[in-house]
């Protein structure tokens, strides 16, 4: 199944549940305000999801001048990759990360933290970039996007549904199962959609990270960068929507016990073991 299906099939699974939410708040009319809306969120997600999230975290666009070495960096590695040179954004905050987004190979956009440019070396940067130009590569940017944008709808609608339930209760009278029923699917609607995230980013983040080794030829820098980040995204947390977490290359949402159940990134030790073995077999 190649990635315009999986994006199609994911999108499809959450207009559902947008219809879903219209259905138990107003019936046959709230189907189709649900319809027309997911309809808009899906074209949105589609066009605009990269300027969307770019506009979440404040991102701005780099010019050449004022950061030459990112752009050789991300020349070569476009070039080495065989995919277009993407826009590269910065992101005001310190703490470390990075995510692409856009359409595809050539509407791609690349961002990094203030952060996480002060924090690794050279070789190390070029591993965590050469990752998100595997992001890019694999087509796996438009999904990503797609799944942030219409996953935070769901997620603001089941939460303003929650309210509407709980403040309507006591203006009236209701049937109370149906005010239980509308509860509980308030509820599961962001934790389905939590999952359909879950379903797309962990095996992502794993063949990102072997295509980016091949790709720049380091993966042990890549490897060094991960431990690095991960240590330092507990240290400077990231204020990230959690309807984006699966977009970077670390978790921003830290973390432990059951929440590590619940991760959109696979485990970081799994991720740095399997990089170390491809460093050994390169070398």
């Given amino acids: 199944m ?7 099939f994911l999108l499809t699974l959450l207009t559902m549940l947008l219809i879903w939410i219209g259905a138990a708040i107003g019936g046959r009319t709230g189907v189709i305000f649900a319809f027309a809306f997911a309809l808009v969120m899906n074209f949105c997600a589609y066009w605009f999801s990269d300027k969307i999230v770019l506009t979440m975290y404040k991102a701005q666009p780099v010019q050449e001048s004022q950061a030459p070495d ?9 070039s080495s990759a065989g995919i277009p040179m993407p ?3 910065m992101i005001p905050t310190e703490a470390p990360n990075a995510f692409a987004t856009g359409r595809g190979p050539k509407h791609a956009a690349v961002a990094v933290t203030q952060g996480i440019v002060g924090l ?17 590569k694999n087509r796996d940017i438009l999904i990503q996007s797609a799944v942030a944008t219409v996953a935070g709808a769901v997620s603001m609608i089941a939460y303003m549904a929650r309210w509407a339930a709980i403040l309507g209760r006591g203006g009236g009278r209701r049937d109370s199962g149906n005010f239980i029923g509308l509860l509980a699917m308030t509820i599961v609607a962001p934790i389905a959609a939590m999952l359909i995230q879950l379903a797309i980013s962990r095996t992502r983040e794993y063949q990102a990270d072997a295509t980016g080794a091949h790709i720049c030829r380091k993966p042990a820098s890549l490897a060094h960068a991960l431990s690095k980040l991960q240590d330092a995204s507990k240290r400077i947390p990231l204020k990230a929507n959690p309807s984006t977490a699966h977009m970077f290359i670390v978790n921003p949402l830290v973390g432990g016990g059951i929440a590590k159940l619940f991760s959109t990134h696979p485990p970081m030790e799994e991720r740095i073991a399997r990089l170390n073995a491809m460093a050994k077999e390169m070398a």
């Fill in 2 to 8: 190649n990635n315009f299906f999986k994006t199609a």
């Fill in 70 to 78: 990112l752009y050789a960096v991300v020349r070569r590695l476009s």
């Fill in 87 to 89: 826009k590269i954004y």
């Fill in 120 to 136: 690794l070396s050279g070789d190390e940067l070029e591993g965590v970039l050469a990752h998100e130009m595997a992001h890019v």
